[in-house]
């Protein structure tokens, strides 16, 4: 890449062929109205969309950039923000060491700059509001799935129906924690935070990565292990490859059925 800044898209042909689901997402131009540091590798965007339309927690958006000479680079990245936040979405974008895109996005995109993006997209990952679910997650991986806290609080506020969910969040340290001040603030009570280096001051809990006693409290209680017995949770893990193997083998170690895991990898594999 250059140090351009991404230059202005072409818009789809308006003949492009419709998706299956019915909705046209066409590449469009967004407005970055906001950036903040959410760690120290992470920065979120807040992206105003002309032709926004409504995503549920868990989807994401392909970011594209062009270079001078026509060069292209494009990424996908899950929205944070929740559908009830309209007109708007927000990527937080982990910065890699040499990432092309997401040092990119760090370093040159400021408020009041283009931005070329496509979505929503994805139909697997999501949660629908109407079922339990216990959200794993590490790193980047809590991005689509502080989507679904943000959103349930605000189906809440709205006096709809949502079902219960559980997040447990993994970083190395709580500087590294993703959204650190929500998780301990407004969502403490539906989160259970996992730090690998770091005593939690907090909870108590020592150091070391993701246990099965960071899992089973939550869902026991959300009937997500086989022996439950209740209605049944679906589970959402996402981070990076070597994060949600083993965290995928921890949940069915501890009774979670295999076939109620919805598994998003971020990384290489
Ligand atoms: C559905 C989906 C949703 C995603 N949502 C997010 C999100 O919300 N936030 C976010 O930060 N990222 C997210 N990602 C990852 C994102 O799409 C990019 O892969 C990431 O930003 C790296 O792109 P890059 O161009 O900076 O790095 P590249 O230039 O592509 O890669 C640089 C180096 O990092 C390695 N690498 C690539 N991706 C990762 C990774 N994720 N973890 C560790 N190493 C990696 C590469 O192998 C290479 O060695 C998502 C990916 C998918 C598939």
Redesign the pocket.
């Known amino acids: 890449m250059t140090d351009a800044l991404p230059e202005l898209p072409q818009l789809d042909s308006p003949r492009r062929r419709v998706p299956p689901t019915g909705a046209k997402r066409p590449w469009q131009t967004g407005t970055v109205t906001e950036v903040r540091q959410e760690t120290p590798h992470?920065k979120t965007f807040r992206v105003q969309l002309e032709q926004w339309q409504p995503h549920l927690p868990g989807q994401?958006y392909l970011v594209r950039l062009t270079a001078p000479d026509g060069y292209r680079?494009q990424?996908?990245?899950?929205?944070?923000s929740p559908p009830e936040d309209p007109g708007v979405v927000e990527?937080?974008?982990?910065?890699?060491?040499?990432?092309?895109?997401?040092?990119?996005?760090h370093e040159h995109v400021a408020v009041g700059d283009p931005l070329e993006v496509r979505g929503p997209?994805?139909g697997w990952?999501v949660w629908r509001g109407d079922r339990p679910a216990l959200l794993v997650g590490g790193?980047?991986?809590l991005?689509?799935l502080v989507c679904v806290l943000r959103s349930r609080a605000a189906r809440l506020v709205a006096g709809r129906d949502s079902a219960p969910v559980h997040l447990v969040a993994a970083a190395r340290t709580r500087e590294e924690l993703f959204y650190s001040g929500e998780l301990t603030g407004a969502f403490a009570d539906l989160t259970t935070a996992v730090l690998s280096r770091e005593d939690d001051d907090a909870s108590g809990r020592p150091a070391g990565r993701l246990r099965a006693d960071d899992l089973l409290p939550a869902a026991d209680r959300l009937g997500a292990l086989r022996a439950s017995g209740g209605p049944g949770a679906d589970v959402f893990l996402c981070g990076?490859?070597p994060f949600t193997t083993a965290a995928e083998q921890l949940l069915v170690e501890v009774g979670v059925p295999a076939e109620s895991i919805r598994v998003?990898?971020?990384?290489?594999s």
Do not use: K, M, Q
Not at 91 to 105: A, F, H, I, K, N
């Open positions: 992470a994401n680079a990424r996908s990245y899950s929205v944070a990527l937080t974008v982990d910065r890699l060491p040499d990432g092309e895109v997401s040092g990119y996005l997209f994805g990952f790193g980047s991986g991005v689509p990076s490859t998003e990898r971020f990384g290489p």
